[in-house]
């Protein structure tokens, strides 16, 4: 079986306040887009679980494909599988790469195996594994709030609009962006956004990341100035970054000339 975990972008995104236990409860929109990564799995009975495809950064008991099929094998009989994933999404980006192959993991043993799980547990099991991971159980357009795992569903849809993501070579850390960022009360009100014309969101809507990031890769902001060169209605970075987005009405005919490397994705 495959699937295709895709990657989300945050428009605009609040950190309002440090918690006790270390995490920060934030304010933000999670946006899906089709950039994807591909992820196979095939029942293994004769070597085990296995893992392969571009080696995940970090010790394999991080890879969170296969912290999402313990999760589920400590409450479910399940057999050995091999994972096969081909990523597209790059880490470090503030794409959700990870999260979303962790909770497509989970989407795709439950379907596979019939463990006949609905969509609340599947959430309840996916913010074990990462707190932006139950926004990939449903993947539609979301306010977030909490540490970014309690959700309203938002009518938002860009689908006449062309959406662009660049991927400055640095990649930023989301320890390294939370331990940095000030948190600072909203001043405008996110739940808001569908009802406020794309033109005016220049003004309006802001990532917090971007305060303390910036500064320390300036690189990222160039990326995001070039976007408004090219004609983006409105630009901003992702996450905690590093990747930049635009929201174009159309994207201009020197589109190549103006941002001639680092994209990503064209959707
Ligand atoms: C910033 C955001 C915005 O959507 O996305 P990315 O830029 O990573 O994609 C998310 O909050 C990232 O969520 P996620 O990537 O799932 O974070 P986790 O793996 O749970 O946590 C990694 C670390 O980030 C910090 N963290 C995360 C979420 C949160 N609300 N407060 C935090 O302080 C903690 O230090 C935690 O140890
Ligand atoms: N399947 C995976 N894909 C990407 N990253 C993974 C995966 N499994 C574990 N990780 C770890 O999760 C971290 C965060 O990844 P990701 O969610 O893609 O980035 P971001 O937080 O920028 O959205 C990576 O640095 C990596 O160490």
Redesign the pocket.
């Known amino acids: 079986m495959i699937v295709f975990p895709n990657a989300k972008i ?1 428009i605009g ?1 609040h950190v309002v306040s440090r918690r006790s236990d ?5 304010e ?1 929109v ?1 946006y899906p887009v089709q950039l994807t990564d591909a992820l196979e799995m095939a029942e293994n009975k004769t070597t085990g679980i296995t893992f392969s495809g571009l080696p995940v950064e970090g010790p394999p008991g991080e890879n969170l494909v296969l912290k999402a099929y313990h999760l589920l094998k400590n409450d479910f009989e399940l057999p050995p599988v091999q994972f096969h994933l081909h990523k597209k999404i790059p880490t470090g980006a ?3 790469g990870g ?1 979303s192959d962790a909770a497509f993991a989970l989407k795709m043993l439950n379907e596979y195996f019939q463990l006949r799980l609905s969509t609340e547990k599947l959430k309840n099991y996916a913010v074990k594994l ?4 139950p926004f990939f159980i449903e993947n539609k357009p979301m306010f977030a709030s909490g ?2 795992d309690l959700f309203s569903p938002m009518e938002l849809n860009l689908t006449q609009y062309r959406i662009v993501i660049l991927k400055p070579e640095v990649s930023v850390s ?2 390294l ?2 331990k940095n960022v000030v948190p600072v009360p909203p001043e405008f009100n996110l739940k808001k956004l569908s009802g406020l014309p794309i033109e005016q969101w220049k003004e309006t809507v802001v990532n917090d990341f971007e305060k303390s990031i910036f500064p320390l890769f300036p690189d990222i902001e160039k990326w995001k100035k070039k976007l408004y060169e090219a004609g983006a209605l409105y630009a901003s970075m ?4 590093s990747a930049v987005f635009g929201i174009f009405r159309h994207l201009p005919a020197d589109f190549d000339k103006i941002i001639p490397e680092g994209v990503l994705f064209v959707g």
């Open positions: 945050n995104l270390g995490y920060h409860n934030l933000t999670f503030g794409l959700g999260s990462g707190a932006d991971c540490i970014g989301t320890v962006a939370y992702s996450g905690s970054g």
